[in-house]
């Protein structure tokens, strides 16, 4: 029986304008004229019998039937990506691997020129997609996740701890001090990391709460707010405050002597694990998450 199934460039058109909200955008995406972008979403739209698209005050939007169509066209277009990916890597030397972007920047990357000249038959492929990493759990051959462990569909075994440290210049430490109670640190400015998500807490909030402060409490400290962990170490090198920050995100700037711990007790919030899926047969995934797991701290950490 044949299926009643639209082309795959007129279904990645629809989703893509969907994505921008725009048919210019969509085109520079896909690398195609905007004519032929709206070709496609004409043609789906013929081929479904309903509008997925209208015009509304100069605007193009989309129909009830358009946003409800998209959702589900946008995940099978996503689970066919990560389908199709499977399957290159598995019959190529690429492996895809999944970490946090700032995770990536300052632990991984710097460790993979190791690795490109001690296997030169594999090529890697980055994936830093949050929502897929962490949410959807695809995209990925390895990953590197931050959390309890507990993840069913894999086989987790423990990298590091999430030390977090409180860091700030030369100059402010001599002038306000070291941090002996967690507390001390409200006697600095404060350059607050801001979580990106409100159910997750940030490196500050994480660290003010273990100080016994509430989130009440903590909302109505003065100080700069900012979301990434990059901008607010930018911050802390221009000596604009004393902030928290994970540990190997700051090894390089605390070596260099561009900035120094302020408080030698550090916090352990959650721990990073290097997992792969449970039903994984290929060699070349157990190899690299050994390889990763030669950089593992603390006891215990090259158990499953």
Request: negative net charge.
């Amino acid at each position: 029986m044949r299926r009643q199934l639209p082309s795959m460039i007129s279904l990645s058109c629809f989703a893509a304008f969907a994505r921008h909200m725009s048919v210019t955008r969509a085109a520079e995406e896909l690398n195609l004229t905007q004519s032929a972008v709206s070709r496609q979403i004409k043609n789906l739209e013929d081929m479904l019998g309903c509008p997925l698209v209208e015009k509304v005050r100069q605007r193009l939007l989309l129909t009830d039937q358009g946003r409800e169509y998209v959702q589900e066209v946008s995940l099978l277009l996503d689970q066919l990506e990560a389908a199709t990916m499977r399957v290159r890597s598995s019959h190529s030397g690429r492996l895809r691997v999944g970490a946090e972007p700032s995770f990536t920047t300052r632990w991984l990357l710097p460790k993979l020129k190791e690795y490109a000249r001690e296997h030169p038959e594999v090529e890697l492929e980055i994936m830093n997609d949050l929502r897929r990493l962490y949410d959807r759990h695809e995209g990925y051959d390895v990953g590197i996740l931050y959390g309890d462990g507990d993840w069913p569909e894999f086989d987790a075994r423990l990298l590091m701890e999430g030390e977090m440290v409180a860091v700030c210049t030369p100059d402010l430490l001599e002038r306000f001090g070291p941090i002996v109670e967690r507390r001390d640190i409200l006697r600095y400015p404060l350059l607050h990391h801001s979580s990106l998500t409100s159910l997750t807490k940030s490196s500050t909030q994480l660290w003010l709460h273990s100080a016994g402060l509430s989130a009440k409490e903590i909302e109505a400290l003065p100080g700069q707010r900012l979301e990434h962990f990059q901008f607010v170490l930018d911050a802390a090198l221009h000596g604009l405050g004393a902030t928290v920050l994970p540990r190997f995100f700051v090894d390089r700037e605390v070596k260099d002597g561009h900035l120094v711990i302020a408080c030698q007790q550090p916090l352990v919030a959650g721990k990073y694990y290097v997992v792969i899926p449970k039903q994984s047969r290929d060699p070349k995934l157990r190899r690299f998450a050994d390889w990763l797991l030669q950089w593992a701290e603390g006891p215990g950490a090259d158990s499953d």
